[in-house]
């Protein structure tokens, strides 16, 4: 029988460098709820169906189920607890309550950052655009339309921002 031994990784989780020996199949999703007590990202599908976990991994949303722990090892990762002095996650967050667009709550952390991410590589998308952006993550809630109007408030802030 082949034993798979541990990998020592240090990631980088919200400006903080957290060391820890993890097996080699152990996802990031778990080393950020378990290991570094992130349990602002939420475990939904545990498939990548479902987009409840994303985060920002250096500078792309992923979702941490999908991702080894040994695969961020040396990276950098942001959750949304860590983005919470972040101008561009504060005006999320603000729309996303101006905009009735957070009921239960359990797919926002995800919703946001896969929002941030996106409007911060796109300055003036479109209403399609922002569908197809968020179109990995799961809402069984808003019917999603809340959540795009205050992804869409946003863009349109910060495109007037810039003119």
Known sequence: MDIMRE???TINVNGKPI???VSPEESLLDFLRYRAQATEVK???????????TVILDDQAVKSCLVLAAQADNR??????GLEEDSLMQA???????????????????????AKNFLEHNLK??????????????????????IV?????VAASRAGDRA
């Not at 999320?92 to 896969?114: K, R």
């Open 92 to 114: 999320l967050q603000e729309s996303f309550a101006t905009h009735g667009a957070v009921q239960c709550g359990f797919c926002t952390p995800g919703m946001l950052m896969t």
């Open 43 to 53: 475990c939904g599908c545990n498939k990548g169906d479902c987009g409840t976990c």
């Open 7 to 9: 990998i020592t990784v």
């Open 19 to 21: 060391k820890a020996a």
């Open 76 to 81: 950098h990762v942001w959750t949304v607890r």
């Open 149 to 153: 109007d205050a992804i869409a408030a």
């Open 125 to 146: 998308p479109d209403r399609a655009y922002i569908k197809e952006a968020i179109a990995g993550n799961l809402c069984r809630c808003t019917g999603y339309k809340k």
